[in-house]
């Protein structure tokens, strides 16, 4: 019987679905993750595919349990924990995991994040890797979901008091059109990390 071994657990990887909470038509990403990273990377991943510029605050929520980045002053709520210091496959379920992912305490962009189908990676492919999605992520500090479609709304209604200059902020900004290529090359900079360290693993285990 084939045991696991170190590189094994590296190069499992699960589905990860990440759904805009409240979008209409909806907002979501399609990416295959390493079982083997933090819970401080997968949130690196998130913001990489959804087009997040990691501005603000955080906070994952998996069975009742916050995980996060500690912070000197807990506004009276238990603090976090340390999401650098909890892997992904330790807070997995058989079958299908969800896990509530808040983004920007005062805009407060919430997103499911599925994690299902855990399996062997390729050895030959990079991952985290980005398979599939729909529509622009909303620009960062526009209000929220409703502040986003209010936005949107008043650049389409010339009569608005503000379509002026929320067509300048806004700019070419098309909320149907989904970029991939700078999504890709976000993704692969945090696999080159992960080969890094996928090559020194290989080299323990030669030597």
């Given at each position: 019987?084939?045991?696991?071994?170190?590189?094994?657990?590296?190069?499992?990887?699960?589905?990860?679905?990440?759904?805009?909470?409240?979008?209409?038509?909806?907002?979501?990403?399609?990416?295959?993750?390493?079982?083997?990273?933090?819970?401080?990377?997968?949130?690196?991943?998130?913001?990489?595919?959804?087009?997040?510029?990691?501005?603000?605050?955080?906070?994952m929520m998996i069975d009742g349990q916050a995980y996060g980045i500690p912070m000197d002053d807990d506004w009276g709520t238990p603090p976090p924990k340390n999401a650098s210091r909890v892997r992904l496959r330790d807070v997995l379920s058989p079958g299908t995991t969800t896990i509530a992912y808040s983004y920007d305490f005062?805009?407060?962009?919430?997103?499911?994040?599925?994690?299902?189908?855990?399996?062997?990676?390729?050895?030959?492919?990079?991952?985290?890797?980005?398979?599939?999605?729909?529509?622009?992520?909303?620009?960062?500090?526009?209000?929220?979901?409703?502040?986003?479609?209010?936005?949107?709304?008043?650049?389409?209604?010339?009569?608005?008091?503000?379509?002026?200059?929320?067509?300048?902020?806004?700019?070419?900004?098309?909320?149907?059109?989904?970029?991939?290529?700078?999504?890709?090359?976000?993704?692969?900079?945090?696999?080159?990390?992960?080969?890094?360290?996928?090559?020194?693993?290989?080299?323990?285990?030669?030597?």
């Amino acid at each position: 019987m084939h045991r696991p071994t170190a590189i094994d657990s590296f190069t499992q990887i699960a589905t990860l679905r990440i759904d805009l909470k409240d979008s209409d038509p909806p907002i979501w990403r399609q990416v295959e993750v390493p079982t083997s990273i933090t819970l401080k990377v997968l949130h690196d991943i998130v913001q990489a595919a959804m087009g997040w510029f990691d501005y603000h605050l955080w906070e994952m929520m998996i069975d009742g349990q916050a995980y996060g980045i500690p912070m000197d002053d807990d506004w009276g709520t238990p603090p976090p924990k340390n999401a650098s210091r909890v892997r992904l496959r330790d807070v997995l379920s058989p079958g299908t995991t969800t896990i509530a992912y808040s983004y920007d305490f005062g805009d407060d962009w919430q997103h499911t994040l599925t994690l299902s189908d855990v399996r062997q990676g390729d050895p030959a492919i990079a991952y985290p890797r980005f398979i599939i999605g729909e529509r622009n992520c909303p620009p960062e500090d526009c209000g929220g979901i409703s502040g986003f479609y209010e936005v949107l709304d008043a650049r389409s209604d010339p009569t608005h008091e503000e379509h002026a200059d929320i067509c300048r902020w806004l700019d070419d900004y098309d909320p149907e059109e989904l970029d991939i290529f700078p999504i890709q090359v976000a993704l692969g900079r945090i696999a080159a990390k992960r080969n890094a360290a996928a090559k020194r693993i290989i080299s323990k285990k030669g030597s």
